[in-house]
């Protein structure tokens, strides 16, 4: 479970998925499933910014924890031209809730999953609930994604 106080670190990347553009839904799925289950379990949180055939994910936790899970997703053949976009400490998570979110583009509302630890499940948050600190991270990885585009 994710300690929401103190020190933390955060790690922001961006790839460009090579999925097929029929399977994307289906692997995201699976992959959401995954990430949720565990990143509960490290005490990873964060969101994930999916945009065309480009990602951005921002994960925050325990540095060693984090830095593993960069590990895998640059080893993941799912994922090419993965880059570090930005990599700090911080004094708290801004995504402490979030085990893993999915991020909508402009046209789409941000859908936090949260973390319900009554229930030890994940539901679904209210309509673009996200803080002044989230939305400017969220803003950040749409700027970033949207660099990764072709002119």
Do not use: C
């Not at 583009?105 to 859908?111: A, N, R």
């Amino acid at each position: 479970m994710a300690d929401d106080s103190g020190p933390v670190f955060r790690l922001v990347y961006r790839s460009h998925l090579r999925i097929p553009s029929h399977q994307v839904k289906a692997e995201l799925g699976a992959i959401f499933s995954r990430a949720r289950s565990n990143n509960k379990r490290e005490g990873i949180t964060g969101a994930l910014l999916v945009w065309g055939d480009h990602v951005v994910q921002t994960l925050e936790g325990e540095e060693t924890a984090v830095r593993g899970l960069y590990d895998t997703i640059h080893r993941d053949a799912r994922h090419e031209q993965v880059t570090i976009l930005e990599t700090v400490p911080e004094t708290e998570r801004v995504f402490g809730r979030w085990s893993m979110a999915r991020v909508g583009d402009e046209d789409e509302p941000d859908i936090p999953l949260l973390m319900d630890r009554d229930k030890g499940g994940i539901t679904p948050a209210q309509r673009r609930a996200t803080t002044t600190e989230q939305d400017a991270v969220l803003d950040a990885m749409r700027d970033h994604v949207r660099g990764a585009q072709p002119a």
